[in-house]
Nanobody
């Protein structure tokens, strides 16, 4: 059974940076597309970024493009989300997810495994 554990969330001032990690276990990490989603209070969960397992193709939501970078370390079985120039509207619980598809996916239904989430708070 695949398990995903996020870490790295916390409180940061606007303009600051955080790096989220998603540790993957129980499966062959290299064969999973990894995604990051976020959910703010009272809002639906939304796509943030994804990276495929073939070719490392990436996709980003327009709201984070140029500020966030998704990456993966197939030796450490870990996916990362580097978040720079954070804004108060980036505050949310961030979830990582794993998908067996070959392309980065934006739809939640494409992802079979989910972590518990890590809180990101951005002060203005």
């Amino acid at each position: 059974q695949v398990q995903l554990v996020e870490s790295g969330g916390g409180l940061v001032q606007a303009g600051g940076s955080l790096r989220l990690s998603c540790a993957h276990s129980g499966g062959t990490f290299i064969r999973y597309t990894m995604g990051w989603f976020r959910q703010a209070p009272g809002k639906e969960r939304q796509f943030v970024a994804a990276i495929s397992w073939i070719g490392g193709r990436t996709d980003y939501a327009d709201s984070v493009k140029g500020r966030f970078t998704i990456s993966r370390d197939n030796v450490k079985n870990t996916a990362y989300l580097q978040m720079n120039s954070l804004k108060p509207e980036d505050a949310a619980v961030y979830f990582c997810a794993a998908d067996g598809g070959i392309m980065p996916a934006r739809q939640e239904k494409s992802y079979h495994y989910w972590g518990q989430g890590t809180q990101v708070t951005v002060s203005s």
